[in-house]
């Protein structure tokens, strides 16, 4: 049985950072992605990142390009995420996702491909 358990979420100033991680269990396989969604209130799911064990490739929503960074330790099976120059609009809650198979590189952010959900972990930005 796949879990996966998130931790690392806090409140900050904008323009701080944090780091959530993401430790998976239950995974057998080399080849699997790994997303953070996030879902801010009276918001639907977003994807925000994802990275394929697999390759390695990594791909982000414009929102958050060259300030948000995922990672993905094998031998750990945790996945990563640095959030920096936070603004307030990243606030939400983010979840860690997996699917296997991993869903081809333009679906990333379809919800539906991803299996298994973390129970969440919420990050604040105040201006």
């Known amino acids: 049985q796949v879990q996966l358990v998130e931790s690392g979420g806090g409140s900050v100033q904008a323009g701080g950072s944090l780091r959530l991680s993401c430790a998976a269990s239950g995974y057998t396989g080399s080849s699997y992605s790994m997303a953070w969604f996030r879902q801010a209130p009276g918001k639907e799911r977003e994807g925000v990142a994802v990275?394929?064990?697999?390759?390695?490739?990594?791909y982000y929503a414009n929102s958050v390009k060259g300030r948000f960074t995922i990672s993905h330790d094998n031998p750990k099976k945790t996945t990563y995420l640095q959030l920096s120059s936070l603004k307030p609009e990243d606030s939400a809650m983010y979840y860690c996702?997996?699917?296997?198979?991993?869903?081809?590189?333009?679906?990333?952010?379809?919800?539906?491909?991803?299996?298994?959900w973390g129970q969440g972990t919420q990050v604040t930005v105040s201006s």
């Open positions: 990275v394929y064990t697999g390759s390695g490739s990594t």
């Open positions: 996702a997996a699917a296997s198979p991993p869903p081809i590189p333009w679906l990333w952010t379809s919800i539906s491909r991803y299996k298994n």
